[in-house]
């Protein structure tokens, strides 16, 4: 939908059009036109919006946005908007809002919403309990199909998920039916026969970033969560995964490019905010390079009698540099993916190190040939290729060992990646450089 | 599962014992488990494992398992095996079989599958064709809900999802219809009056990472594809989508480190296959690097009566690339999400320029301290905060505009990563630098 005709049609009171416009649209794509309108314009067009489709718009809106319909809201509308508002997006709103308004929600609640909302609230940030739903569908497992179908057509329109059916006995969870399951089935077959008794679940204080692993890896489309007696609680489901792994992945990258991690998008963050995650990196790999810069005034002499030294320390560095944040990079990832585990780290170093060899050698060679080539100097050319081989070698070994030791000790790996790495693996390949210059020209 | 228990089990014959244990695990975990064993102990273990998981369990495999097994099945094992798999994951299977497996499977199955498989094969690399499957629900417009729930009975346990249902009339798409709508719904409803007109579907041309997208952005759990004349001929569906985003995921931040991604995982990559993807870029850099090695030659005479300015050139170089990246990788990040269009250029170098004022200065202020605390050299440190700040700017302006470029000239924004930056950021740095030096100290 073009943004200005929409904004033209809702200023020239087009109301009719408006509400067309938006009943062909699907959530998402409202919620994503809205954000461009004021505050004023906001109102209106949200009040336009099909009843069905409202809430499901407003969950999909970003915190300013909610902030300012909560605050123009009738106590009529915010009582209908948050009748069809799922829990899990009422608290996540509500963890953003201003006081007052967060006042004025748990007011509005019927008194058995606000004590799940109060409970929902209290789970730790970041963990399975933050992040579920308390509206599933829960079954006896001594009903047959029919019974659990008629069941779930009389609540299931307010459940988030029907796809996923939890069997309970006394609040334990006994075991997990698929609505599928049930579809294909006849209808006298009873719940206890049908289900599944295996299952994976979480409790409410797993880490969010262990449940969407999870999901990544078996694909479900939900995770049962129970509480620390084990007692069936809330269920996460996949959709808000799939948002934890989007962030996650973005706080590695950001983590791996020397920044503090934000949880807003990036013109959402000020420039001091911007500012703010980026130094600290930026100050302590500063001075951590002027350590670097102190080693090479030790060898103030070798350079004063062979000045052209200097002129490889950028092709050095930098390529020390790259070689490190390449293994680091893979090793990162396959952590994040669980493809690697502190056990393999033997496995690790001997493949890094064999690496490290066949690209040193076509490095060092290809550069000592451009040297002999340029310079005619053998001796010079020696020097740079053997301090490349070694420098290669050392900062593969470096980029791949680090981000293993980081998980081993408990910390994120994502911290070990290339500026670190390439801070360290500077200093190595100066003192190599001159080790060997020094030694070469017999300074 | 403890792997060293499952072996003893298998090579103590305690096949009861082990078909226990394959029973309470989930496919995903049987898959893992079965891939430390020898071919010949696969092939036992797999065959112990019960008829209505061993298709799942066989499509988590990796392709050499897949291969193996093939090789050992008897026609009626292979027959088997493949009825029961989806035609997504055959097609996936087949398109990394050797030859001669290829021809024994397609000669396996019925006239009609091989002639779908052929048709999925045909479709090119990374499109939505050759991601999607065939075996889908479709319904008839004019049917009631009891009507399609009975369908959905006899067909429903084939078909790899039927939690969306398709509303077809001579093969056009008229409109989708959830499982959910259905089980909340009367008996007599009509689907046609059911059904959601207002559709997102994707062509068999359509690139999967534009799919993958579409369920990042919607929370789909299926998406129809359509081939060129608009004709339904199969569905992608949500895990496959997820494979899609880590694949992609892990090939930007694969590129983004300088490296030409691969198709398999770490552990399989060859030693030679890493050095092959790891050197071009290596050896492209490392020439570029010399570049502003060439440059430094040039100011000989300024190190040769200032000495300590060499002391500087790393923190200067790092410093940079480090600024450069942090930049180049929140772009390459937001528009992967599309959170950054090329439009938005102004907004984000006027955000970054005032982001690098800050950071210039306080990272500028802080080196000059520092230089005044140790050197006591009033002209040393002006020379290098001015440097650091200039390089910061421009870095931060490099990083944030090039990854824009290649969006807007169709490259993949993650090549303009850090290796490239910090390599373009090296000689802006040290030309800044030895101007500055020159005309401060008037050399």
């Known amino acids: 939908m073009n943004r200005e005709i929409f904004t033209a049609l809702l200023q020239q009171h087009q109301y009719q059009a408006v509400r067309s416009i938006l009943n062909v649209m699907n959530a998402v ?147 997990i039916v698929t609505a599928k399951d049930m579809m294909v089935a006849d209808d006298h077959v009873v719940i206890r026969e049908l289900m599944e008794q295996e299952m994976i679940t979480v409790n409410t204080n797993t880490d969010q970033e262990e449940v969407a692993r999870l999901f990544r890896k078996y694909d479900f489309l939900a995770i049962p969560v129970l ?83 200097v002129s490889f320390i950028p092709m050095l560095m930098d390529t020390g540099g790259n070689c490190g944040s390449q293994s680091s990079t893979l090793i990162i990832r396959g952590i994040a993916l669980d493809e690697i585990q502190f056990r393999d780290i033997f496995r690790v170093v001997s493949k890094e190190f064999g690496v490290s060899l066949i690209v040193g050698i076509v490095l060092a060679v290809a550069n000592g040939l451009r040297i002999m080539l340029i310079y005619r100097n053998t001796a010079l050319a020696l020097v740079v290729a053997l301090s490349l081989m070694a420098t290669i070698v050392i900062s593969k070994m470096i980029g791949c060992i680090l981000p293993l030791l980081a998980k081993k000790a408990g910390l994120d790996p994502a911290l070990m990646a290339s500026p670190l790495i390439t801070t360290l693996v500077d200093t190595c390949s100066i003192l190599i450089y001159f080790g060997v210059a020094t030694r070469v020209f017999e300074l």
Chains 1, 2 share one sequence.
């Not at 939890?166 to 006994?174: A, D, I, N, S």
């Open 29 to 175: 794509d409202i919620a994503s036109l809205l954000s461009e309108l004021d505050n004023k314009e906001l109102a209106f067009a949200f009040r336009l919006i099909q009843k069905e489709k409202a809430a499901e718009v407003f969950a999909n809106m970003n915190n300013s946005m909610q902030t300012c319909l909560v605050e123009l809201f009738s106590d009529k509308e915010l009582r209908e908007l948050l009748e069809d508002l799922y829990m899990d997006d009422t608290v996540d709103m509500l963890g953003e809002l201003p006081a007052n308004l967060v006042t004025r929600i748990l007011d509005t609640v019927s008194q058995k919403d606000r004590d799940t909302i109060n409970r929902l609230l209290n789970y730790p940030e970041d963990s399975a309990g933050s992040i579920m739903t308390t509206e599933y569908v829960d079954l006896r497992p001594d009903w047959c199909v029919a019974e659990a179908m008629a069941h779930i057509k009389e609540v299931g329109i307010h459940k988030e998920t029907i796809y996923t059916c939890y069997v309970t006995e006394k609040k334990r969870l006994l075991g």
């Open 227 to 309: 509480d620390l007696e084990g007692f069936l609680v809330g269920i996460v489901t996949f959709d808000d995964a799939m948002d934890v792994l989007i962030d996650e992945d973005t706080e590695d990258i950001t983590k791996m490019a020397a920044m503090n991690p934000g949880e807003k998008s990036y013109f959402e963050t000020s420039i001091f905010g911007h500012a703010k995650s980026r130094i600290p990196w930026l100050l302590i790999l500063m001075f951590s390079a002027a350590i670097t810069g102190t080693i090479i005034t030790k060898y103030e002499n070798a350079f004063a009698v062979v000045p052209i030294l």
